[in-house]
């Protein structure tokens, strides 16, 4: 059984950063792409960003592009997603996710396993 377990979320202004970590157990981490996803209140989860299981081709939403980077450590099992730059509108709970897979995708409908989530509040 997988385990996802966020951690990093909080609150801070607008402008600023934050660093979400994941940590995976319960499987050989190192073969498996990850991603980021996010639901916003009243809102769809929706597609962050999401790296492959070498670490060596990324995806980010339109959105976050440029002010968001997505990392890997296989070594230490943990997926990372560093947020700068941050704005109101990126504010959410914010979830690791694991497809079954080694390429990264950007469907939701690709990821089996999910973390609990960790809310992300950015105030202006």
């Known amino acids: 059984q997988v385990q996802l377990v966020e951690s990093g979320g909080g609150l801070v202004q607008a402008g600023g950063s934050l660093t979400l970590s994941c940590a995976a157990s319960g499987r050989t981490f190192s073969t498996k792409a990850m991603g980021w996803f996010r639901q916003a209140p009243g809102k769809e989860r929706e597609f962050v960003a999401a790296?492959?299981?070498?670490?060596?081709?990324?995806y980010y939403a339109v959105s976050v592009k440029g002010r968001f980077t997505i990392s890997r450590d296989n070594a230490k099992n943990s997926v990372y997603l560093q947020m700068n730059s941050l704005k109101p509108e990126d504010t959410g709970v914010y979830y690791c996710?694991?497809?079954?897979?080694?390429?990264?995708?950007?469907?939701?409908?690709?990821?089996?396993?999910w973390g609990q989530g960790i809310q992300v509040t950015v105030s202006s």
């Open positions: 996710a694991e497809p079954p897979r080694i390429v990264a995708s950007t469907s939701i409908s690709d990821y089996t396993y």
């Open positions: 790296i492959n299981w070498s670490g060596y081709n990324t």
